[in-house]
């Protein structure tokens, strides 16, 4: 089992940073592939971001495709958001996320272990 703490959100005007970060607990962490989603007021849940479990690979909504990066430290049981050029529509409660399966092609549904999310407001 693995559980979940993210941290990081805050106020930022647009063309900001910030860098949100995922505390996991439980041993088998490392084996599992990690994500970010974000929930905007009145949207439903999206994918923003997904990494292996060796951080070899990654993938991004296009959403944020060269703006945002995931990255992962196993040896800290530690997954990060590294948010740049902050637009006021990434305004959202951001998740980190990981799948069942702990695989990095599992479906978006198959993400069953979630943190409480922390909140990101990008004014304009």
């Known amino acids: 089992q693995v559980q979940l703490v993210e941290s990081g959100g805050g106020l930022v005007q647009a063309g900001g940073s910030l860098r949100l970060s995922c505390a996991a607990s439980?041993?088998?962490?490392?084996?599992?592939?990690m994500g970010w989603f974000r929930q905007a007021p009145g949207k439903e849940r999206e994918f923003v971001a997904a990494?292996?479990?060796?951080?070899?690979?990654?993938g991004y909504a296009d959403s944020v495709k060269g703006r945002f990066t995931i990255s992962r430290d196993n040896a800290k049981n530690m997954v990060y958001l590294q948010m740049n050029s902050l637009k006021p529509e990434d305004t959202a409660v951001y998740y980190c996320?990981?799948?069942?399966?702990?695989?990095?092609?599992?479906?978006?549904?198959?993400?069953?272990?979630w943190g409480q999310g922390t909140q990101v407001t990008v004014s304009s």
């Open positions: 996320a990981a799948p069942s399966s702990g695989s990095f092609y599992a479906a978006r549904d198959e993400y069953d272990r």
């Open positions: 439980g041993r088998t962490f490392s084996r599992y592939a």
């Open positions: 990494i292996s479990w060796s951080g070899g690979r990654t």
